[in-house]
Every structure is written in C-alpha cells, then in structure tokens.
C-alpha cells in the first residue's frame, strides 16, 4: 500500500512539473512582410522590437502554422516563433488584404 502511495505521488508530480520544464519558447515579430519564398517567410521588424529595421525569416507550414489573412508581401504581420524558426501563427495586423479564402 504504501508503495503505490509513493507511485502515485510520483505518477502525480511527473504529470504536473514535466510540460513546465519542456514547454518550447517562443518570440513575437512584428513588421512588414519584405519576402515570401515557398515556405520561407521575411519580415523587416518595427523600429521598437530589438534591432529595428532587422529581418527575421521564419517558416510557415500550411499545414501547422495558423494565419488569419491571406499572407502577401508588404502587409504588416505579427508572428508568434518558437526557437527552430517555425511560426505557430501569423496574424495580419492591417485589413486592407482580403481574408484568407477557406
């Protein structure tokens, strides 16, 4: 009995602690998109994010990345990338581009 006690307080802290100490990081980058490239996407970053007038390249996946507009050079995005260079989302942050056609 009180080895299972103990494997279950430990089954307990494993399931808790454990996706904090590998949750992945990730960076927000915001700026006009300069270049798309198949999947390779560019953005000049803002004047007040880090190294201003910077580019950043990132990937988007079609199949993984969430976007909310359609992504066409010279909108302004903000993208949400983890530390491999992969976007989780790209937000169009002016609407003169039309939606994303589903």
């Known amino acids: 009995m009180k080895i ?5 307080s430990f089954f307990i802290v494993l399931t808790v602690f454990l996706p904090l100490g ?3 990081t990730s960076e927000t980058v915001t700026g006009t998109l300069v ?3 198949r ?3 560019t953005v000049k970053t ?5 190294f201003g007038g910077a580019r950043s390249t990132f990937v988007v996946d079609p199949k993984t ?3 909310t507009w359609e992504l066409k ?5 903000q993208a949400e ?3 491999n260079g992969h976007a989780y989302t790209v937000k169009v942050l002016d609407n003169v581009i039309q939606p994303k056609t589903q």
Do not use: F, K, P
Request: proline share 0%; no cysteine; glycine share 6%.
């Open 65 to 67: 990345t969430e976007t």
């Open 73 to 77: 050079v010279g909108a302004r995005v």
């Open 39 to 41: 999947e390779m996407y």
């Open 4 to 8: 299972r006690m103990i494997l279950t």
């Open 81 to 83: 990338v983890d530390q």
């Open 35 to 37: 270049d798309i490239t």
């Open 22 to 24: 590998i949750a992945q």
């Open 46 to 50: 803002d004047s007040d994010q880090g």
